[in-house]
């Protein structure tokens, strides 16, 4: 059994989660009506995996027959300058969410909640994959600034992500 504070800071992870899904499927539309369809397959995978990492933490606080709190998701921008302002936006995003997972490790260690603590190591490691994935796309959107052809191509990539 993991404790209510606990309990609370992962539901407020979940929403955290669940906005973040809702920004990508956001960027995704945005993105798509831009006529940018790689990017926009990019951030529409992004929304899945999101969606999966809300129903991890739900399901960890289901086992631990904690009770699963819902909030409301706050709306997302509607509109992106560029494809360039876009990720950018994404890693700010994803090193705000970074934080928000150290500070519920913090507080699993105050804890002495050695469950907690593994189920949040997996969170940390992927925000590091998450956050080089951003960066490497900031860079090749960068490289391409000026060049529809560059351009052109950089979408071309990101629409294979699988
Ligand atoms: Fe859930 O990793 Fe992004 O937000």
Redesign the pocket.
């Given at each position: 059994m993991i404790s209510d504070r606990t309990t609370k800071e992962i539901n407020a992870q979940i929403n955290?989660?669940l906005y973040?899904a809702y920004l990508y499927l956001a960027m995704s539309s945005d993105a798509m009506y831009k006529g940018f369809k790689g990017a926009a397959a990019w951030f529409a995978v992004?929304f899945q995996?999101?969606q999966g990492?809300?129903l991890r933490f739900v399901k960890y606080l289901q086992d631990q027959n904690a009770k699963v709190e819902l909030g409301a998701i706050a709306a997302p921008k509607k509109e992106w300058k560029d494809l360039l302002d876009m990720f950018q936006a994404t890693l700010a995003?994803?090193k705000g969410?970074t934080a928000s997972l150290g500070k519920l490790m913090v507080l699993a260690a105050a804890e002495k909640d050695f469950a907690t603590q593994g189920l949040l190591q997996w969170?940390i490691n992927?925000?590091v994959e998450?956050e080089a994935n951003d960066a490497e796309v900031i860079w090749m959107l960068e490289m391409a600034s000026g060049s529809k052809g560059a351009l052109f191509m950089a979408d071309k990539k990101l629409g294979d992500r699988k």
């Open positions: 955290r989660e973040s992004q995996e999101e990492h809300a995003h994803e969410i969170f992927e925000q998450e």
